[in-house]
């Protein structure tokens, strides 16, 4: 595991690539399809990809610090992936709690005045919208957890 520091945090890197110069732009086209988290950055005149199964990388963006080694680079891209299956069981959770939050607020708009079945609307409405959660929950967890990554996905842009 290669240790990098960026925003406040440490990210644990299965592997940091130095990119070959003029292969930056395949290089991010095959992590792109490797299914991993990676996080492209500039460092003197050299490019790094760093990537890695559920890298915390949430928060960081285009223009921020990283720290390799003890030099300080650029972060130039971040492609954060849902690649583990707690990944998995988050984002489905995460997309009903809005989508319940959205349906009981609409409820009223929808039903009218009659407080009864402004309630009863948003019940039901929000209990579809929680069954499909489940629904979601399983699925996107046995994707997360059986989808295949690339390890080496960029070894043959690197140095």
Request: charged share 20%; net charge positive.
């Amino acid at each position: 595991m290669d240790k990098l520091n960026a925003g406040n945090r440490q990210l644990e890197a299965s592997r940091v690539y130095k990119i070959r110069p003029g292969q930056e732009l395949p290089a991010k086209a095959a992590a792109e399809k490797s299914g991993a988290d990676d996080v492209f950055f500039r460092m003197g005149g050299d490019t790094f990809a760093a990537t890695g199964r559920g890298m915390n990388l949430k928060g960081l963006k285009e223009g921020d610090t990283i720290e390799y080694k003890g030099q300080k680079g650029v972060i130039v891209s971040v492609d954060d992936r849902m690649n583990s299956a707690m990944d998995g069981l988050k984002a489905p959770y995460a997309q009903a709690m809005l989508g319940i939050g959205a349906a009981t607020a609409g409820g009223g708009a929808v039903l009218g005045a009659a407080g009864v079945g402004t309630i009863a609307g948003s019940v039901f409405v929000g209990g579809l919208i929680a069954v499909a959660a489940g629904v979601g929950f399983v699925g996107s967890a046995a994707y997360g957890a059986l989808r295949s990554v690339k390890a080496d996905a960029l070894q043959p842009y690197a140095e």
